[in-house]
């Protein structure tokens, strides 16, 4: 596999999730342009930019869990310099894009782009500090290219817009807590102090347990106010179809078997708006 491919994360199926995150909060809006498809690819650039970025401050950690040896690799043999440039120079271009639609696509990006080195970078690394990464990852992957793919395509203040993007950031959150199960051994051996490091695996699940409930009810009421019960009830049952695979034992098991389920879910989500006007 290309070093290239390593550090942006683009192997199958992740290629498919980030374009989830960038542009299935635009489905909410009202319409279709040509400032949609550049705050969408301002979106997505900006997700691959923040895993170099990630790549790039993890050696360590991705050093000494199994399944990310692969990502610390690539990024010895690009060389940690020309990633952390990769990562700046396609930020850059993500504010760019935004640039040429409004300064609150500019907004939206910048936002992301302060989470994510507060998340990476010392001497702040969220990613180290308990629920602060989570949650932060949370809002930077999920809600804010949401928010800003739906005010690009004309979306404007909605309780139940509001109630299904929030629930989805908490999804998020908790999906993340499961899935840096597998990573606890290598993120302990690195010092980041993330909630299973912290408090164990045990409590960390617990929390992931409530955030995902939580997200739940969010996501199926906003969809409830919005499309009424029965799209509801399809949209919970599609993004909570992860809960099935929420505990897998290795990082290569979630990629493999986690993340097209998730995917999945996103897709639906996207579509329900589409179909619900029909």
Not at 49 to 66: I, Q
């Amino acid at each position: 596999m290309s070093p290239l491919i390593s550090i942006h994360r683009l192997e199958h199926p992740l290629g498919m999730h980030y374009a989830c995150c960038a542009a299935w909060g635009a489905s909410y809006g009202t319409k279709f342009d040509l400032a949609v498809v550049l705050v969408v690819l301002a979106n997505f650039v900006m997700i691959v930019a923040a895993n170099v970025l990630n790549a790039y401050a993890d050696v360590r950690n991705d050093l000494a869990t199994a399944g990310k040896r692969r990502v610390a690799t690539a990024v010895l043999e690009v060389g940690d310099h020309r990633v952390l440039q990769l990562a700046i120079i396609e930020m850059i271009v993500a504010l760019a894009l935004a640039a040429a639609v409004s300064w609150r696509a500019v907004a939206g990006i910048g936002l992301m782009i302060l989470l994510y080195l507060a998340y990476n970078l010392e001497p702040v690394r969220l990613k180290r500090r308990g629920y602060a990464g989570p949650v932060v990852m949370g809002v930077a992957a999920w809600l804010l290219p949401s928010v800003t793919a739906y005010a690009a395509a004309g979306g404007r203040a909605n309780p139940a817009v509001w109630l299904v993007f929030t629930g989805v950031t908490a999804l998020a959150v908790g999906r993340g807590l499961w899935w840096a199960v597998p990573d606890r051994e290598g993120d302990a051996a690195a010092g980041s102090i993330t909630p299973t490091v912290r408090d164990g695996v045990r409590h960390a699940v617990d929390a992931a347990t409530q955030f995902t409930v939580a997200g739940l009810l969010l996501v199926g009421g906003g969809l409830w106010l919005r499309f009424g019960l029965d799209w509801a009830i399809v949209g919970v049952t599609a993004i909570g179809a992860f809960l099935l695979v929420r505990r897998l034992p290795t990082t290569r098991q979630m990629l493999r078997y986690g993340f097209p389920i998730a995917v999945g879910g996103t897709v639906v989500l996207a579509a329900i708006p589409l179909l619900a006007q029909r």
